[in-house]
């Protein structure tokens, strides 16, 4: 698809503070650039006391929107003319639409883009398989915990090292009816493995500069999935082990690049594909 000589000129970006780290600008101009659109997306750094401003400025700048990311996630769905459900479930936007009428509405594409990273892995899965066990309870758990819940699944163990913020997550969740959160220790993850269908990390245990995910997966059924939020580095510790004993294992890069295509769409009108190049130029990154 080419764009014509009539069509705008389209902005937008990231906002975040820092954001010198984020990938995104990559995945939005390669998606530019591979259909010959008019536009950018650029890095937006904005301090946590000028978010208001920034946010309003979209409008006055012409911006077709943004991406909101830490540490504005929560702050940001405040200044929202209209927050989509599941954003509001999570308690957190990641995306800004500006609407022709300059009204703002915010989406949070994460859990979408985690649910699509296992598809892309196992077009086969289904949330309903068996019990999940999460690991972490900060925001991507909530955006992962919750996707995994409004796709049908049943049973979630959640384990957290402050089982206080773990039992909120959960009591705040279970008023929307849907699957059942089991909230366990943090001493006990290694036991609440038995008979799960998939195992997530949503903490930064295992990120490049963190130590490694201290956790003994022998008791992990072997047809269960693995499943690291985490992109850099593309295998963890915890996805090497996982991966040496036979289990499918899924990176954080899928659920980056997925969540970055509703937004594109809603912005440049044109829903792009996750190509094998999209992939090689952000790995060139690392």
């Known amino acids: 698809m080419s764009s014509s000589n009539s069509s705008p000129y389209v902005l937008a970006g990231v906002m975040g503070w820092p954001v010198g780290h984020s990938r995104s600008p990559i995945i939005h101009n390669h998606w530019i650039a591979q259909h010959q659109l008019k536009g950018s997306y650029a890095l937006l750094p904005v301090q946590p006391e000028r978010l208001e401003d920034a946010i309003r400025g979209l409008v006055a700048l012409g911006f077709a929107g943004c991406n909101v990311t830490i540490p504005h996630k929560v702050n940001a769905m405040k200044m929202m003319d209209h927050v989509h459900p599941t954003a509001k479930r999570m308690g957190a936007i990641n995306t800004i639409v500006v609407q022709k009428d300059g009204s703002l509405h915010g989406f949070n594409n994460d859990g979408f883009g985690y649910v699509q990273s296992l598809k892309d892995e196992n077009p086969n899965w289904k949330a309903d398989t ?112 996982a991966r040496l004993k036979g289990h499918t294992t899924v990176n954080g890069l899928g659920m980056l690049l997925n969540q970055a295509r509703p937004a594109f769409e809603a912005w440049f009108g044109v829903l792009p594909e996750i190509t094998p190049a999209l992939r090689e130029a952000i790995q060139a990154t690392f």
């Open 130 to 241: 068996g019990p999940i066990l999460v690991l972490g309870a900060g925001g991507a758990s909530r955006a992962i915990t919750l996707s995994l819940l409004e796709q049908g699944a049943k049973e979630i163990r959640l384990v957290n090292r402050s089982r206080e913020k773990a039992q909120a997550l959960a009591d705040e969740f279970s008023a929307f009816g849907l699957g059942e959160i089991k909230v366990l220790d943090w001493k006990d993850r290694n036991e609440a493995m038995e008979g799960v269908a998939l195992l997530i990390n949503t903490t930064n245990q295992g990120m490049h500069g963190q130590a490694d995910l201290e956790i003994d997966i022998s008791k992990l059924p072997s047809h269960a999935m693995v499943s690291d939020a985490i992109y850099i580095p593309l295998e963890t510790a915890l996805l090497k082990t």
